[in-house]
């Protein structure tokens, strides 16, 4: 469909009705998720069969009014690929662990209005404008026995307590269709910010609704946004920072891939409440998918008059740029990715001047995560009394975490302020697989730190995971059981901040070096007495000389572990010992001969062909050439192998 | 990826072609010869070329205005260049958090012993390049690989040898 322009908020009505009429035309819909969790599971062969089933029922045939489009991710990446099917009159579908051999069946059902009888998980009864506050019921008349039988959204333990505002179209809408994120009443906030609200009025909007930074620093937006528009200096920049680069965290790939157009609109509304004509969108390179849907989406908004000069016909002018970050993540420091911006490195500065007032270009620059963007229409069309109803105190709105690492059930999950660590990793996550036990969760990145399962009763918001050491950072939470080594983690998050560390302060350049090298030497059974407390002392020298936040956060991981789990450092110590039986230099691998059926498979996955052995009879690992790689114990289907 | 200043190493030799300069002129054209465009056109030309060639980088200093060490600064800083050429495909090994406890190790460990090649390096037919990455995004299929621009979820060490062989002496843009 050829994009209208749309110059008032009546035209802008205009097309949302026509949209929403193609929306709710009454033809079946099949969407399948396409982010880049889908299509690592093979969704792409999903969508070919589907095409190619309905192009073959086409033959000769009058065509099938049936619409197959992309999507998305809704979050639940532990079932990708997922399809959902929209029956008319009846309810929306979600299809899991979707194969390309299913794609005649769906078809088929799809076609007779009812439900394809596998791989079903849920229905959706309603189609949501959430940011309109309304809903339309799918079904008209009777319900069908057989769609009755899915369960509904609410009764799935992934999806019960969670509420979807950032993630509102994600795995709903086809994130290249400007028409459908206007259907959802898309672009209407924008209007309503630029035509009928003055930019002190949105700014106040923003600052009443207690939204915060949700990259990590939990800084309140609107404070950030007042401070930018008194600002003396032109011209002004409003940033989006999508150099999502904590290990661990996904949701801005997934909501600029699953919903790319809320980004863009929250930055015309953050334009035009502090002055800014030209914004920028500073995007990881290693999110390919996501570069392209942003360009697109960009392309879409310029076309559609949604960009450029006199938006709404308000006299705000705002233009947006794409930069590609380089694989630096250094460079989601606000004041480095200004730099990397400018065409320099990503060098950090120190902040006494903020960029608010000296930013890009020693301009005033108003920088937000692209959650945080996101969840800006939100605000301006619902209104911050609303807004401020869901979450806590201290901290409003939900948040996207991504619950991944050893819980049952991983994925994208966006859950209200306030929430208990255990409802999220327990309920939502589904805990851990059998035969295993919670051990903590490691929230915050590089820069947080590991909470202990005994404290998961603690409130998720940013006062409370502060409090124990950790911090809620940009979402990443990481479950891990009994399995996982503690120090073998710190370790893990230093060797990433030294690798990370720009280099150009002495604390977070040596400070990283220094407790690396010891974290390493404690992995390595070579741990000394006084090591514990040298790396004490190490860490308060980086928070308290360290330039930026990447080196003053940088001991967190090893100190929330020192906190919570000092034992297992002792162990490693005093014992030389691995209590999880992670850290290679001590732990050994063995074959019980008792179990062993000899049957040559541990023999040919070893890479070093430490493994000998005849059919039959009971292998043997030599210890010396074993690099306990574990591969062995992988492949073993009668578990004869043992680690001690 | 840092590496230090010097010559291709001679067993990886790229697909160097006299039209190099063309291609570079294609790129320089698509922004605007200021030094803020800098970042941009070395990702568009470590793209196109898999590496930045020496005399590509000073056609670039002097076009956009960019003092020769700031360029090299910004040339060795970042993970995405290359001073010396790459393999045809870059296989990208996840070091997430999420992979590092789901056993990236254990991925890593398959592909140098079946590619024959250390982290970091280049196979000696020039086909691959092995490098770890921090984090595809794709921690909910945790221990993720990368080869190119195609993800690859719940990778075992078994299936590695397979979507290896997928990646044929094709030219990674085919």
Known sequence: MAIETIDTPRQLATVRSAARKVLLNGHPRISVGTATCGLATGAQKVLDALYACRAE??????????????????????????????????????????????????????????????????RIDKEEFLVEGTSRNYRRGKLADEVKEVPRYAALPFFRDQVHLAMRNCGIIDPTSLDEYIAKGGYAAAAKALTEMTPDQVVDEVTRSGLRGRGGGGFPTGRKWATCRKAPGEPKFVICNADEGDPGAYMDRSVIEGDPHSVIEGMIIGSYAVGAHIGYIYVRQEYPLAVKRIRLALKQAEEAGLLGENIF????????????????????????????????????????????????????????????????????????????????????????????????????????????????????????????????????????????????????????????GSMMGSGGMIVMDSRTCMVDVARYFLSFLKEESCGKCVPCREGTSRMLQILTRICEGKGRAGDIDLLHDIAQGMIDGSLCALGGSAPNPVLSTLKYFAEEYRAHIEERRCPAKVCRALITYSINPEVCTGCMLCLRACPVKAITGERKKPHIIDKLACTKCGLCADTCRSNAIEVA | MTETVGAPSPKAKPDATPDNGHRLDEILERYSPEPSSLISVLEDLQEELRYLPREALERIATTLGVPRNQMYHVATFFKAFSLTPQGRHMVCVCRGTACHVKGADKIMNKVESELNVREGGTTEDGQFTVQSVRCLGCCALAPAVMIDRDVFGQVTPKQLRNILDQYPNGNRND
Not at chain 1, 66 to 93: H, K, M, W, Y
Not at chain 1, 104 to 122: M, Q, S
Not at chain 1, 430 to 458: N, R, Y
Request: aromatic share 6%; glycine share 14%.
């Open chain 1, 57 to 122: 029922l086409q033959l000769g045939q009058s065509p099938i009014p049936i619409s197959i489009s992309e999507t998305g991710c809704n979050g639940a990446c532990f079932l990708e690929p997922l399809v959902d099917v929209v029956l008319p009159g009846q309810a929306r579908i979600t299809y899991g662990n979707v194969q390309p051999e299913d794609a005649a069946g769906l078809i088929e059902a799809a076609c007779a209005g009812t439900v394809y009888g596998k791989r079903i998980i849920g």
């Open chain 1, 313 to 468: 016909c308000s006299g705000h002018s705002f233009t947006i740029r794409i930069n590609r970050g380089a694989g630096a993540f250094v460079c989601g420091e606000s004041t480095a990715l200004m730099a990397s911006l400018e065409g320099r490195v990503g060098e950090p500065r120190a902040k006494y001047i903020h960029t608010v007032e000296h930013g890009l270009w020693n301009m005033p620059s108003c920088l937000n995560n692209v959650e945080t963007w996101n969840n800006v229409p939100v605000v301006i069309a619902r209104g911050a009394d609303w807004y401020a109803s869901i979450g806590t105190q201290g901290s409003k709105g939900t948040k996207v975490f991504s619950l991944v690492g050893k819980a049952n059930r991983v994925g994208l999950v966006e859950v209200p302020m306030g929430i208990t660590l255990r409802q999220v990793v327990e309920d939502i996550g589904g805990g851990v697989p059998e035969g295993e036990s919670l051990k903590a969760v490691q929230t915050g990145g590089p820069s947080g730190g590991c909470i202990p399962a005994e404290l998961f009763d603690t409130p998720v918001d940013y006062e409370s995971l502060t409090a124990l």
